[in-house]
């Protein structure tokens, strides 16, 4: 959030964590919004947004727990808003790894689920949301940055 405050802007969060809204109030005192709960209890207020930002988080959740955040955070965009999701891929050295629940998602690390996407699913899932860009960055593992943007022409 900080970069975001620095740059002037009015920063709102979702958190399921009661200890990181508590270090993010300490930190941010008034200047963030943070609603507690999960992204798949969307939408908690009826604001609309300029931009959604979604870090390390879309891959952790199920298909239809994934649509409905899509979704959810598309409805949420002003016309000529912008939304960003990195997701893992699969070429990260744990795909494949530990127990098969889904096509590509797989428990481990202790009971951590993970799906691992490529260009296609990313396609299917952002397509109707707008999806204008697919960018492959690397930080610990290989993330795709993925851009979606709503316009008159693209509801």
């Given at each position: 959030a900080q970069i975001f405050i620095d740059s002037g802007m009015s920063v709102t969060g979702i958190e399921i964590s009661q200890t990181a809204i508590d270090l993010a109030k300490k930190h941010f005192g008034s200047d963030l919004t943070i609603f507690h709960g999960s992204v798949t209890e969307m939408p908690f207020d009826d604001k609309l947004y300029d931009g959604i930002f979604c870090y390390g988080l879309i891959y952790l959740l199920?298909?239809?727990?994934?649509?409905?955040?899509?979704?959810?955070?598309?409805?949420?965009?002003?016309?000529n808003g912008f939304m960003v999701f990195t997701s893992i891929t699969k070429n990260a050295q744990t795909y494949g790894q530990g127990s098969p629940i889904s096509k590509d998602r797989f428990e481990m690390f202790g009971g951590v689920k993970i799906f691992f996407y490529d260009r296609e699913t990313i396609a299917e899932e952002f397509g109707n949301a707008g999806l204008f860009e697919v960018a492959e960055v690397t930080e610990n593992y290989p993330f795709y940055l993925i851009k979606c943007g709503k316009s008159k022409t693209k509801n």
């Open positions: 199920d298909k239809d727990e994934r649509k409905k955040l899509i979704q959810g955070c598309f409805n949420q965009l002003t016309e």
